[in-house]
């Protein structure tokens, strides 16, 4: 069974920067899909960024909403297992619950119920 950890929210101004750490157990997370999501009161769960593997597990490309193209990063560390999102330029809109999720294979998907893993979530939060 997979567990997610996700670590490094907190209060930033705008403009600000943050790395976010998802640290996964159980199995390693080369070769599936891992995704980051956020959630901000009263809306619905978006899609933030994530990496796809193509058929492959020492190679990955990464893929981002509009919104955060630019600004935002996501990576991972195999050593670790581990999976950042690295967050620079930040908005008063970024202010969510950042969340941690890892899906059946190696192909990433926009939609939150394609993944079966997920973390517990960490806040962030972006003041003007």
């Known amino acids: 069974q997979v567990q997610l950890v996700e670590s490094g929210g907190g209060l930033v101004q705008a403009g600000g920067s943050l790395r976010l750490s998802c640290a996964a157990s159980g199995r390693t997370f080369s070769g599936y899909a891992m995704a980051w999501f956020r959630q901000a009161p009263g809306k619905e769960r978006e899609f933030v960024a994530a990496i796809n593997w193509s058929g492959r597990v020492t190679y990955y490309r990464a893929y981002y909403r509009d919104s955060v193209k630019g600004r935002f990063t996501i990576s991972g560390d195999n050593a670790k297992n581990t999976v950042y999102l690295q967050m620079n330029s930040l908005k008063p809109e970024d202010t969510a619950v950042y969340y941690c999720?890892?899906?059946?294979?190696?192909?990433?998907?926009?939609?939150?119920?394609?993944?079966?893993?997920w973390g517990q979530g960490t806040q962030v939060t972006v003041s003007s």
């Open positions: 999720a890892q899906g059946r294979d190696g192909t990433y998907s926009l939609a939150s119920s394609d993944y079966d893993y």
